[in-house]
């Protein structure tokens, strides 16, 4: 099972805008006729409930999508291009390098997107004035984003069987499921995460997530505990089953709590069920009645043999009670509270304003994201586009700020990859 990948996001390029006019001997007024360039390509991911693991993205692909068209004459726009929709598992987080959640995909359909196409630039012919009949200006489209992010799946299900390796997780998985859990007499068995619906009644079903065993130090990587651990905080409930025949009981239980809440405090706060199996193996109760004594007023405890089905419809039918109680809680705080995720400033580069840098004694930089995001799309390959900008400039008020930083008459100033000699 692939849960999680690497892969790099790339919007398209907005079309350009055209410079162009009409000279036709039948039409009566002229003018210009530039069209607007299409709007390129988005991507954004959508949760399908008909795939189960990431395997599609699974050697780091930088997926990208088309640019626009550019504009033509006779008012004729670029088309836009199509957006891209990566299909992935419901349950599917999507966040940056550095961890922050851009997006989170619970239910089946939910969108989101990750890389916004760039908008279209505008034709000549929208910037027709009665003033100014015939501009030859026109606007570049925008770029596209690029994003490099983690698509991480969580699974999705009721109920979480935590426990050591050979504890009987998954011979209670086949048993009262349809799943086809791998069985056997040594540790790690169980090497992907195995999902089983388990029917209580004619519409009482809940889901039950076999995940790879346990062992101490599994909160810092060891052993299968981080692709086990990444999947437990979906689970509504825990189940944690334990080997009654076991010497080493208190640690075994212990030893398990604290990788998981090691790994995430929060996952204190879930309701746990405690199962202890292969009852019918028992011939020295000590231990059991210790556990009992000592566990009974915080947990449920059941006494189980997953093999034999013993005591096994009581634990299915207390584990369906509480999801129900647990799922309404769910339903009341989604209820009461929204919530939006959208990629921070810092992710596509924003800088407030804008800011002036000295690069030498007689160079200087003009950097922010707006006024490079405005000079990309002014066409500066004609005198009415160069007029254009160093007025935006002048309105914005760069001049002076390039005067407090120190330039003077001459000096060279870089906005981009466009250079300008500054005078007062």
Do not use: W
Request: neutral net charge.
């Amino acid at each position: 099972m692939i849960d999680r990948v690497k892969i790099t996001l790339v919007s398209g390029k907005g079309g350009d805008g055209a410079i162009c006019f009409r000279h036709e001997k039948s039409v009566e007024f002229g003018g210009p006729s530039g069209g607007n360039g299409g709007k390129g390509g988005s991507i954004y991911i959508v949760a399908d409930e008909g795939i189960n693991s990431l395997s599609a993205y699974r050697f780091g692909k930088t997926i990208r999508a088309l640019d626009g068209e550019n504009g033509k004459a006779k008012l004729c726009y670029g088309k836009d291009a199509d957006d891209i929709f990566l299909r992935v598992p419901v349950g599917t987080v999507a966040m940056t390098l550095d961890g922050q959640i851009i997006a989170d995909l619970y239910h089946n359909g939910d969108k989101a997107l990750l890389v916004k196409g760039g908008r279209g630039g505008r034709g000549n012919a929208c910037f027709k004035t009665p003033l100014k009949r015939t501009p030859k200006i026109a606007e570049n489209g925008l770029p596209g984003q690029s994003l490099t992010l983690y698509l991480e799946l969580k699974l999705l299900a009721d109920v979480g069987l935590v426990g050591l390796p050979n504890v009987g997780k998954s011979t209670f998985l086949s048993n009262h499921t349809r799943a086809d859990a791998q069985i056997a007499n040594y540790p790690f068995t169980t090497l992907e995460p195995q999902l089983g619906v388990c029917f209580v009644g004619v519409d009482k079903r809940f889901v039950i997530a076999d995940l790879p065993g346990l062992i101490s130090g599994a909160s810092q990587g060891k052993g299968l505990g981080l692709t086990f651990l990444r999947h437990i905080d979906r689970c509504s409930v825990l189940l944690h089953i334990l080997d009654a025949t076991s010497n080493t009981l208190f640690e075994d239980f212990k030893s398990i709590n604290h990788e998981m809440f090691s790994y995430k405090p929060s996952l204190s706060d879930k309701v746990m069920v405690v199962a202890l199996n292969k009852i019918d193996e028992v011939t020295d109760r000590t231990l059991i009645d210790k556990f009992h004594k000592i566990f009974d007023a915080q947990f449920d405890i059941f006494e189980i043999s997953a093999k034999n089905k013993i005591n096994t419809k009581k634990l299915i039918n207390k584990l369906y009670s509480v999801i129900t109680k647990e799922n309404k809680k769910s339903t009341r705080s989604l209820e009461n509270d929204e919530f939006v995720y959208k990629i921070n400033s810092s992710i596509a580069g924003e800088i407030p304003d804008y800011q002036i840098e000295k690069l030498d004694d007689h160079l200087y930089k003009i950097v922010g994201d707006r006024v490079i995001r405005t000079k990309r799309l002014i066409n500066l390959k004609t005198d009415e586009g160069v007029d254009k900008l160093l007025k935006y400039l002048d309105k914005i008020g760069v001049d002076s700020k390039l005067y407090e930083a120190g330039a003077r008459n001459g000096d060279t100033v870089l906005l981009d990859d466009f250079e300008f000699e500054y005078f007062e």
